[in-house]
């Protein structure tokens, strides 16, 4: 069964970076669609980037695109998302998803979950 731990969370003022990583076991993560979520309370788990299982394709919402970047390396079975030029809108929760197939931008098509990191964006 495949098992997923998020790291990379923190603190960052507006403008600044971060970088997350998702730590895939139990499975290549050239199997699955590789997807970041993101949750503020009260509300739904957003969609915000995926890549897909074959690493040609990407997806990313529009509230972060020419922001973030999401990738993957099949040596270390890890998903990065890098994000440049954060906002305090960006705070929130991140989870890293995977599915197999293709990429889908709703949480309910995701099989397996991490714990979730979070991204607090102030100053």
């Known amino acids: 069964q495949v098992q997923l731990v998020e790291s990379g969370g923190g603190l960052v003022q507006p403008g600044g970076s971060l970088r997350l990583s998702c730590l895939i076991s139990?499975?290549?993560?050239?199997?699955?669609?590789m997807t970041w979520f993101r949750q503020i309370p009260g509300k739904e788990r957003e969609f915000v980037a995926a890549?897909?299982?074959?690493?040609?394709?990407?997806d990313y919402a529009d509230s972060v695109k020419g922001r973030f970047t999401i990738s993957r390396d099949t040596i270390l079975n890890t998903a990065n998302l890098q994000m440049n030029s954060l906002k305090p809108e960006d705070t929130a929760v991140y989870y890293c998803?995977?599915?197999?197939?293709?990429?889908?931008?709703?949480?309910?098509?995701?099989?397996?979950w991490g714990q979730g990191t979070q991204v607090t964006v102030s100053s």
């Open positions: 890549i897909l299982w074959s690493g040609t394709e990407r």
């Open positions: 998803a995977a599915k197999r197939g293709t990429i889908g931008t709703a949480a309910f098509e995701y099989e397996a």
């Open positions: 139990g499975r290549t993560i050239s199997a699955y669609t």
